[in-house]
C-alpha cells in the first residue's frame, strides 16, 4: 500500500506537509493546495499518497481538519477539505517534540 | 537526444526517461505544470511525468529564476541535490507565508473566529496558491515579503498624513492633545456627554 515508496521518502512527505502547514499556521490548506505545492519537490506525489499521509497526520494528532460554516461534513470531497497543524503539530514543527516516525 | 556538453556518452545514450529527461539542465517544475504534464502524459498513454518537450524546457528554462528548486530526478530517487531542492523550495514556502501573514496575519489577529470561516479561508488558500505557482519568481517574491516585513511597523504605527493638507500645528479633531475637562474627553471618546453619579450634597438635599 505505500506504492512502492520507501521509509525516507514517506518521512520526507510528511515532514514537508506539517512544515507546508506550520508556515500558515493558525490558518489552514486545502488538500489540493498542498498537493500542489509538495508537486514541486516530490514529482511523483499523487494524491492518494498524500490522502493517507493526511489520515495518518490526523490520527496522530497532529493534523485536524478544519470545517468551514459552509462546509457538508460528510460530503465535501477530500481535495477541498482543509487542513490545519494542532498545537501538538505545530509543537513537532517546531521541535519542541520528537516523533521518531517523522525524524 | 539532446546532447548535452559535459554529459558523458553513456548519461546521454541512456533511455528516454526519469534519468535521460532530467539529465538535462535544471529545470524547476511547477505543480500547475507538472499536473498538465502529467495529464498530456495519460494523454499520450505514458505514466512518466517528466516527458516533456525539449523544446517546453527550453522555453520554461529562460523564463524560471535560477533560485528555484530544480527536481533533478524523481522523488524515488534520493539525487544528490535533494538539498539544495529543499533549501529552495522552503526559501519560496518561506516567502510566501511572509507574504500571508502580512497580507492576511492581522485579520486572524483580530478575529480568531475567522479561522473558521470559509472566507477566510478561502483567502489564505487562493492567495497560497497562487503565490506557490511558478509563474511569479522566488526571487520577487522573496523581495516583496521584505517590503511588506519593512512596512509592517509603519503599518502599525497608522496611516500617515499629508503635512500639507493638515492644517499647520493642529492635529485633526479626535487626535492628539486630549481635552482639559474629563466630560469632554468622555465626549469625544464615546459620542455620549458623561453624567456623574448623583451625590447627595447640603444643597442637593436642600432642593430636594
Partial sequence: ????????????????????????????LQAEQLLRSLLVLFPTLDFEQLR????????KGYVERVIADTDDNGLTPWRKRWFRLTTRGIELADRCIQDPALE | MV???????DVASAPRGRRGTRAAPSVPRSPARERRSRKSAGARGTAMPNAVPVGAMA????????SNPAPAGTDADPAADWPARLTAYRCRQSSVASILDSVL????????????RRTYLMLVGLVYGALCEDELPTAELTTLAKVLSELRPARLRGPTRDPATS??????????????????????????????????TPAGDQNA
Fill in chain 1, 52 to 59: 493517507r499521509d493526511l489520515h495518518y497526520l490526523g490520527e
Fill in chain 1, 1 to 28: 500500500m505505500s506504492n512502492g515508496r520507501d521509509a525516507r521518502q514517506i518521512k520526507r512527505v510528511r515532514n514537508e506537509m506539517l512544515v507546508a502547514l506550520k508556515l500558515i499556521y493558525p490558518a489552514a
Fill in chain 2, 59 to 66: 522555453k520554461r528554462s529562460t523564463a524560471m529564476p535560477t
Fill in chain 2, 167 to 200: 492644517s499647520a500645528g493642529e492635529p485633526p479633531a479626535g487626535q492628539g492633545k486630549l481635552p482639559d475637562r474629563f466630560a469632554d474627553i468622555v465626549r469625544q471618546v464615546y459620542g455620549t456627554n458623561f453624567h456623574p453619579p448623583a451625590e447627595t
Fill in chain 2, 3 to 9: 546532447s548535452l556538453p559535459g554529459v558523458a556518452n
Fill in chain 2, 105 to 116: 496575519g492581522p485579520f486572524a489577529q483580530c478575529n480568531p473566529e475567522l479561522w473558521e
